[in-house]
């Protein structure tokens, strides 16, 4: 095997193990983008997780696992939604507070599901498939393309959602909530039903992620299965500036260097000796990239790549 | 001729808590015609065009529009029915552009086809005679083209009433006109046009009907042409008030320098140019005006001098001292104290959480004695306020946030005064005040002259800079475009010089 097939298969994982942060990451995007900062996807992921987990256990049926994860997940989400957009709550202590409900609730189902696998069948139809033509194209075929059907969706799903967003009328509906939900409201869009479809949207990608986990990656339930891969979405959020195809690079990045984080723990050879990097230091670096990414965007002040303007203030109407 | 009512508002009636906006208000709009909703500030004039515009609910009272009953639940149904509102404060989208905040809400189909929406948008330009660059983005646009774009977005709907919440505040005159033209345009397409204003020239001027509006409730509708400026005055304040601004005349000796402003040059948070090279002198028992339109420097001069704002270069010389580089506690200190009112009144000088004691502590706390606030002094000193002048409240105890507009700008100046200053500067004091109001604060400004204070008061109604001031500075991008006789200059000419083009001659008007 060569350096380059070493290289390929490298990369290969780190695009599954970009998969979940790229689910997660797209859900940010949709709650953000109509100006709700949701902390909860940690939360959401958990839930996603587990039901998508114990649904495929319990139905051996793929499709319904998988449909039980985002439903999950969108669960979740509509508990974030009540509170912040009816009820007008605080949007950081209720995200916080989703993150910390999914975690016990997660371990609450899962409970007695450690120790059990996963269907054959459920396993097998969400395997790594070579997809035609795609996959035979030479270095990046089989990076992206020899995947399961599962990872490719979220591909999919973050090109639909730059479409959506920048090329049809509800993602310009969308946007203008985010920014200004009163200038929304005055020029005819229903703020609340907006912000509403995009946060359920959001919790469901959300649990798609934490489903990934236990479906196709590990495969298998752990307690605290995500270990924080949702807050690291959170932060990639910041570091794609609300932009899903730069999601795409930046949930795959971080993918890559949890996946180097695997590797480096056993050292890596240099000159000779063999170096070992805490993975503490690999697990800070999400982190570190998006304080810079964070410093970066406030100093070049172009107002396109800023948050949306409304991200975390409640809306009332008939404020005075 | 006796045109076809459109709308009919039958004893409409809303609350806020305790307070009343809106109390069996009857007003009814025809077909072609502008009607202006005249009244003091805290009438209730926004709150019935929000009731119209579905913004507001109202808790009583009936909206008939061509003689059938209807409910607006949200702003949309009032946008189907062809109702448009241009707010006061505008509802646009800073990071989108024209275009974009025009259709948003509107386009049918999935995708959007720019080319077909661009379009649209300039034919009903041509129409009324407006323009636009449909791709500008909202940030980077004047006041007036956002107006523009708010007007566009009506039209766009298909708006068969127009509502302009007091269009003309932020607008030079020519602009104003071109304003004025654009709604004679859509009389002449059928619309009606309801214009809130509290200007009674502007009043007179435009509208065909006026309704006048008193603490909630409508008190007449009448005929513009057999109306009186003062018969409007007296039926909006509820007594005659004299419309005169006076120019007092001060005693001599008290006429020496006390500001002198040379080559100011103040860096902007985006590190441009946001005042430069600016040099003036000001003397006390003087009122030296600002003109500009928004954002000309005028906020950011008015931090340099109170230090507030790193000054680039240049001297601020206050009685013979260069105060550049002390600290604002230092430049208050000295007797140098700074109103300013922002446009939405409590981003400067209040804190809008605490009550009006707490308010008035703010900066006279420093002078106490030791480690503990002496509020009883302060509650002394808030009753002063409160009473000099006439800020209606509950009490002292009141959270300066819940009392109206004009009661928190007479909370701000009154504690600026109340420190006695040498130079007292005031940016926009009346903003959003009625009538009654703002003569109030044009008659403390006066005392403050008499009594030898150095005023800079930074202003936008031109007809009260022009009536006020002794000698009116007009500010283009940051600089100084000519300080100019009061007197002999019209209202005209000082638009030229704010969007920065200077008369034939020169420096014809420097006195």
């Known amino acids: 095997m060569s350096w380059l097939n070493a290289v390929e298969l490298f990369l290969q994982t780190a695009v599954q193990m970009g998969t979940p942060l790229l689910f997660g990451t797209l859900g940010g995007i949709l709650s953000e983008k109509v100006g709700h900062l949701n902390l909860g996807v940690e939360g959401m992921m958990l839930m996603g997780a587990v039901m998508g987990f114990q649904v495929g256990v319990l139905t051996g049926n793929p499709a319904l696992a998988v449909l039980a994860a985002g439903l999950a997940g969108m ?28 975690t016990g609730f997660s371990s609450f189902i899962g409970a007695g599901l450690s120790g059990v696998s996963l269907p054959e069948n459920v396993q097998a139809s969400l395997a790594a498939v070579n997809i035609p033509l795609l996959s035979k194209i030479p270095f990046f075929g089989p990076i992206f393309f020899q995947q399961s059907l599962y990872s490719l969706s979220a591909l999919v799903l973050a090109v639909l959602l730059y479409v959506y967003l920048n090329k049809t009328r509800y993602g310009l509906n969308m946007r203008m909530v ?81 996946g180097l984080g695997f590797k480096l723990q056993s050292g890596i050879p240099i000159f000779g000796h063999n170096v070992v990097i805490p993975a503490q230091i690999l697990d800070m670096l999400p982190y570190i990239m998006t304080i810079a990414v964070l410093v970066f965007i406030t100093m070049n002040k172009k107002k396109e790549n800023q948050a949306p303007a409304w991200l975390g203030s409640p809306y009332f109407r008939e404020e005075r | 001729m006796e045109k076809e009512v459109f709308i009919k508002l039958e004893n409409i009636s809303k609350t806020f808590g305790p307070v009343k906006a ?101 034919t009903i330009c041509k129409k009324y005679g407006l323009t636009v660059n449909p791709n500008k983005k909202i940030y980077n646009m004047s006041v007036s083209e956002k ?15 127009l509502i302009l919440d007091e269009p003309t505040a932020v607008l030079t005159p020519q602009e104003t006109r071109v304003l004025f033209e654009i709604m004679r345009n859509m009389k002449r397409e059928g619309c009606a046009v309801v214009i809130i204003t509290h200007k009674m020239n502007e009043v007179m001027e435009i509208s065909d009907r006026v309704t006048v509006l008193r603490k909630g409730e409508s008190i007449a509708t009448i005929d513009t042409s057999s109306a009186t ?95 550049v580089g002390l600290s604002p506690r230092d430049i208050i ?52 306020i409160v009473q000099r002048f006439d800020i209606s409240t509950p009490g002292t105890n009141q959270i300066v946030k819940r009392l109206s507009g004009g009661n928190i700008q007479k909370v701000l100046l009154g504690r600026e005064i109340d420190l006695e200053p040498e130079l007292l500067i005031t940016a926009y004091p009346v903003r959003g005040l009625d009538i009654g109001a703002s003569y109030n604060i044009y008659d403390v400004l006066n005392q403050q002259k008499q009594k030898g204070v150095a005023v800079l008061f930074i202003g936008e109604d031109l007809d009260v800079l022009l009536g006020l001031c002794d000698r009116l500075m007009v500010m283009h991008n940051g600089k100084i475009m000519d300080i100019v006789d009061p007197k002999k200059i019209t209202k005209d000419e000082v638009g030229m010089l704010m969007v920065g083009r200077r008369p034939e001659g020169g420096e014809l008007y420097y006195d």
């Open chain 2, 229 to 323: 400026p003062e018969q409007l005055t007296e039926l909006m304040v509820g007594k005659a008030i004299d419309l005169d601004l006076e120019r007092v005349q001060v005693d001599p000796a008290l006429v020496k320098e006390v500001l002198k402003v040379e080559n100011l040059t103040v860096l902007n948070g985006e590190r441009r140019e946001a005042v430069s090279n600016v040099s003036f002198t000001l003397s006390g028992g003087e009122i030296l005006g600002v003109a500009g339109i928004a954002d000309s420097g005028q906020k950011e001069l008015c931090e340099a001098i109170t230090g507030m704002m790193k000054i680039k270069s240049g001297k601020v010389v206050f009685k013979g001292e260069n105060i």
């Open chain 1, 178 to 258: 985010g920014e200004n939900p009163s200038a929304a409201e005055a020029s005819g869009i229903n703020a609340t039903l907006y912000k509403y479809v995009h946060i359920l949207a959001g919790g469901f990608c959300c649990g798609l992620g934490g489903a990934f986990l236990t479906l196709v990656f590990v495969p298998r339930w752990q307690d605290n299965i995500t270990a924080g891969q949702g807050w690291i979405a959170v932060a990639l959020v910041i570091f794609a500036t609300w932009n899903p195809l730069k999601a795409i690079f930046g949930a795959y990045f971080f993918g890559m260097l949890r």
């Open chain 2, 147 to 161: 107006q523009t774009v708010e007007i566009i977005k009506v039209l766009y709907r298909g708006a068969k009433v």
């Open chain 1, 75 to 102: 669960i979740g989400a509509l508990i974030y939604a009540v509170i912040t957009i009816t009820f007008m709550g605080n949007q950081v202590v209720t995200g916080l507070a989703l993150t910390i409900f999914g």
């Open chain 2, 333 to 384: 200190k000295r007797g140098v104290s700074l109103s300013f009112v922002p446009e939405d009144r409590l981003g400067m000088g209040l804190v809008a959480g605490m009550n009006i004691i707490d308010n008035v502590l703010l900066k006279s706390y420093q002078n106490m004695p030791g480690l503990f606030v002496d509020r009883k002094e302060g509650r002394k000193k808030a009753e002063e």
């Open chain 2, 22 to 122: 809106n109390r069996n208000i009857n007003l009814e709009l025809r077909k072609g015609e502008i009607h202006a909703l005249l009244g003091e500030n805290g009438s209730g004039k926004s709150t019935l065009m929000n009731i119209l515009s579905g913004i507001y609910s109202p808790d009583g009272g009936s909206i008939m529009l061509d003689g059938k009953q209807v409910a607006f639940d949200s702003p949309k149904e009032a946008i189907e029915a062809g109702i448009g509102m241009v707010h006061q404060h505008f509802k646009l989208v800073d990071v989108l552009s024209a275009q974009e905040n025009i259709i948003a809400g509107q386009c049918k189909g999935v995708f959007i086809n720019k080319a077909k929406m661009t379009e649209s948008i300039l």
